[in-house]
């Protein structure tokens, strides 16, 4: 894949999400919040991006208006072309549940409901029919290497599996984007490696991924690192020592206790 | 989302909590059932009214003597005694719209025949009577108008003295004692049942009215005079003709008051039914407010659902769910409630007004309408009390609604 490098625009059908001035403030109570002072940047098909920052940095906001839960107070942002900023509540969602798939830190899964249940859930709001939905769903499992967990329910997964059922959600629909929000902040260190790999396995083939993270050992395995500080860009470049997922778990000592898997 | 789903995630989400979930409908089964239950015990009596009234005949005119006044005091209808045996021949005669006429009088006391003895009322009247009424003689025959004018000591007993006072043999040609005065029996009536109180209508003993007020009663002037309309249209034109003809030979002064009331089937019709119709409303009336307290119940819980699956809901919407999505999805689930706890009540209404039925003998009877009003009620109030709470989360943020613990 290609990285654009220091965030210059990459011209042609490669650009994904194209953001300029992009300005957040909301009102905590009385206080105006300046989350986003202005941020500029592009970010192109098929690139691994790790968003990363002091909580307070902005980064959180900036995912939030990535991933169309929240409209730029200022600016523009546009993905595939589309101006997001003029999208109506339903036009967003719509455009959550095609292009962008979440992964949560906190994995966020339906409790009472399968795995499969739970990666089925954004094709319910599409158009699939039951029979697509099913196949489409266990393919995604399989996909994360869980085809064999389908019809357990989350409470008897571990950390790690449930992460991964949350990334078989987010790619059921096939989207553009897989936005990660601090994915590997529950989990102990091997089983975060093991997530980075599933995440660099989709890199590879193709999709799009944003990890918002503040740990610079998980930023190490995506392809370019952007730094946000007080609502701004502070630095945004490509990582030249991109760390290999698979590699790394090798190297890791397992931790031998009834903990996962 | 697609309605099946929809539903299916519905119920799935009330099978969670099935204990909250069936509290919840149990408002509104208590509510459904208590509306079915009470437009069955109005709609019951309602009937047996209509039945008493037309078993008192067709197109009958009750004359009863008029209130007695004494000072300007006036006493219940009935209570003078102004109406006489030639008041009812002269309306026989002078009424055109008048097709016939039966003086009546009435008396109490015991009976005896042989061994045996009963209590009960005997009636008084003419000879067209049963004609006016509706009623048949099963064994034997009526007494006549010559009976009627000689003061025959004769009776026709109902089916109920009949098998009290001969159960075994048959009492035609038998001699009865009626407060002592002997009274040949010479026919007994077709079964007639109980009326709309309870009370048997067969339990009496019918003679001819003449003899009645100079053997049983002492009381020469007459009780009430049945008269019969010659059709149902002539109903008010007949009743005109008795009163004018009433009033003339009672000589009463035109700006004096009538001593006595003419009632027809109709007026006791409509008095009767508006009573039961307005005891039906009012029932009816109580029993909704068991169901809006059901209603209530159900936004309550909504309310709690919603509150609850915050986090859920932000999950939904993360992944795409519109508004209108989630607003479906907690609307259906309210409908589930109250339509689950509409057709139990249903159920249980229809099952509680048997029950009734056998044990308080009280009539029900189970209009399609009421069903269907209850039914349509509950669907009503799902949708109205479960709106508010399914709004509230979908107008939820879905930022927030995420992060929600």
């Known amino acids: 894949m290609i990285s654009p490098g220091n965030g210059r625009p990459a011209e042609g059908s490669g650009q994904l999400i194209r953001i300029d001035h992009l300005v957040k403030t909301y009102l905590l109570g009385e206080v105006e919040v300046h989350a986003l002072r202005g941020v500029s940047l592009q970010i192109s098909q098929g690139e691994f991006v790790a968003i990363m920052g002091a909580s307070g940095s902005g980064k959180s906001t900036f995912m939030n208006v990535l991933g169309c839960l929240d409209k730029p107070t200022k600016g523009t942002y546009r993905l595939d072309q589309i101006d997001v900023g003029q999208l109506t509540r339903d036009e967003l969602a719509r455009i959550r549940n095609r292009k962008i798939g979440f992964v949560f830190q906190g994995f966020n899964l339906l409790s009472r409901t399968t795995a499969l249940e739970n990666v089925e859930l954004p094709l319910l709001y599409g158009s699939t029919s039951h029979r697509d939905r099913r196949w489409q769903a266990a393919d995604a499992l399989e996909t994360v290497g869980l085809a064999d967990r389908a019809h357990h329910y989350p409470s008897q997964l571990s950390g790690g599996q449930q992460q991964r059922v949350a990334i078989a959600r987010a790619l059921v629909n096939s989207p553009s984007i897989v936005l990660a929000d601090e994915p590997t902040g529950n989990l102990d260190s091997r089983t975060s490696v093991e997530v980075m790999e599933v995440f660099q396995r989709l890199n590879d083939n193709g999709i799009t991924i944003i990890l918002v993270t503040h740990e610079s050992d998980i930023a190490q395995f995506a392809k370019r690192q952007i730094v946000f500080r007080d609502g701004k860009v502070r630095a945004d470049k490509a990582n030249g020592s991109q760390k290999i997922a698979s590699e790394a778990v090798r190297e890791m000592p397992v931790i031998d206790d009834e903990g996962d898997e | ?405």
């Open chain 2, 1 to 405: 989302m697609r309605l099946t789903n929809t539903l299916l995630s519905a119920f799935r989400a009330l099978r969670r909590n099935k204990m909250r979930s069936f509290l919840t409908m149990l408002g509104i089964i208590i509510g459904v059932s208590a509306v079915i239950a009470m437009l069955a015990i109005g709609q019951g009596a309602k009937y047996s009214v209509e039945q008493q009234i037309s078993s008192l005949g067709t197109n009958v005119i009750v004359v009863l003597p008029g209130t007695q006044q004494t000072g300007g005091i006036r006493v219940a209808a009935g209570s003078a005694t102004t109406l006489t045996a030639d008041d009812a021949l002269a309306i026989q005669k002078e009424c055109p719209a008048v097709a016939l006429v039966s003086p009546g009088t009435r008396a109490g006391g015991q009976v005896i025949a042989g061994s045996q003895n009963w209590s009960t009322g005997i009636e008084g009247t003419g000879a067209d009577y049963l004609e006016i009424r509706k009623w048949k003689v099963e064994y034997g025959d009526f007494y006549t108008e010559q009976d009627i004018k000689t003061a025959t000591k004769v009776c026709v007993l109902g089916k109920t003295v009949a098998d009290n006072l001969f159960p075994d043999a048959s009492p035609i040609d038998q001699t009865v004692r009626i407060r002592n005065v002997p009274f040949k029996v010479v026919g007994v009536l077709a079964k007639k049942g109980q009326n709309a109180m309870g009370q048997d209508q067969d339990d009496i003993i019918l003679s001819p009215y003449t003899t009645v007020s100079r053997r049983l009663s002492w009381f020469t002037n007459l009780r009430q005079i049945l008269v019969s309309a010659t059709s149902s249209e002539n109903i008010p034109i007949a009743q005109n003709q008795v009163a004018e003809l009433l009033r003339m030979r009672h000589k009463i002064a035109s700006y004096d008051a009538d001593d006595f009331t003419i009632r027809n089937q109709a007026d006791l019709a409509t008095a009767a039914t508006a009573t039961t119709d307005i005891l039906t409303i009012l029932l009816a009336s109580i029993a909704s407010v068991s169901l809006l307290v059901g209603g209530i119940g159900i936004m309550n819980i909504m309310l709690v659902s919603v509150t609850e699956r915050t986090r859920e809901i932000g999950i939904r919407m993360s992944v795409g769910a519109r508004s209108r999505d989630i607003l479906t999805q907690f609307l259906i689930e309210a409908l589930v409630l109250s339509l689950l706890g509409g057709t139990v009540g249903i159920l249980l209404g229809v099952t509680g007004s048997r029950i009734i039925s056998h044990v308080v003998k009280w009539p029900t009877i189970i209009t399609a309408f009421s069903i269907v009003l209850s039914f349509g009620f509950s669907i009503g109030i799902g949708i109205f009390f479960g709106f508010y709470p399914a709004r509230k989360a979908a107008l939820l943020n879905p930022i927030e609604a995420l992060r929600y613990e």
